[in-house]
């Protein structure tokens, strides 16, 4: 018996093939509604090492590289067969739809963010301000730490989405994801490059260009 060893959402099949997966395997392209996943034979489940997850990084960058929008599917999402593939897929066609339209054209670069949490902002008179407003205040500060804000509006008309993940382990403040055109890395890279030192105490440490691994709907919910 072999499985479906899934690497990826596409929006179109590449008119020179897909090449080889993480193990050398022909990938082919299996049609979901309007748009493709991107599947290769295994006579098992991969197993979690840093050797697969850097053979499957290759596999999903050189698809990357080849079509204008891609999703990433989980490391070692594997199906029994084409039916139980789609069956799995059936609840999350839409959000996969809207994500490689999301996706299409760009790529993601990464901050990871270090240092201590800033002092939350004084809260105004809670008699005065709308609950909503108070809930839109608590979201912001809880999201992107206050003091990357200049660097924000910097990056701003070269972002095209982002995504902030907060971190509890000392010193690691936040992840932020942003895609971006593609080519547009260096700029990017430039920007941050240029205000980091301005940052202290904050260290921010930038890398990309990468697929859209963080906006991947199963990771962005």
């Not at 084409?82 to 059936?90: D, G, H, P, S």
């Amino acid at each position: 018996m072999t499985l479906l060893c899934a690497y990826a959402a596409i929006d179109a099949v590449p008119a020179h093939g897909l090449g080889a997966g993480a193990h050398g395997e022909p990938l082919e392209a299996l049609a979901v509604e309007d748009f493709f996943v991107v599947v290769g034979r295994l006579a098992e489940t991969p197993g979690i090492t840093p050797e697969n997850l850097k053979a499957q990084d290759a596999a999903v960058r050189r698809l990357h590289a080849a079509v204008q929008a891609l999703l990433p599917m989980r490391f070692g999402e594997t199906f029994s067969g084409v039916t139980e593939l789609r069956a799995a897929l059936q609840d999350r066609v839409e959000s996969l739809r809207a994500a490689l339209l999301l996706v299409r054209g760009c790529e993601q670069m990464t901050l990871r963010v270090f240092g201590q949490a800033a002092e939350p902002e004084p809260v105004p008179d809670e008699k005065t301000e709308r609950p909503g407003t108070r809930y839109l205040r608590a979201r912001a500060h809880a999201l992107t730490p206050p003091q990357l804000s200049g660097l924000q509006q910097a990056l701003a008309p070269l972002v095209h989405a982002t995504r902030v993940d907060r971190h509890q382990a000392p010193g690691l403040l936040a992840s932020v994801y942003h895609l971006v055109r593609r080519g547009d890395g260096p700029r990017y890279q430039a920007v941050v490059d240029g205000l980091a030192p301005a940052l202290h105490p904050l260290r921010v440490v930038c890398s990309g260009v990468w697929p859209a691994y963080a906006f991947a709907p199963e990771v962005a919910e």
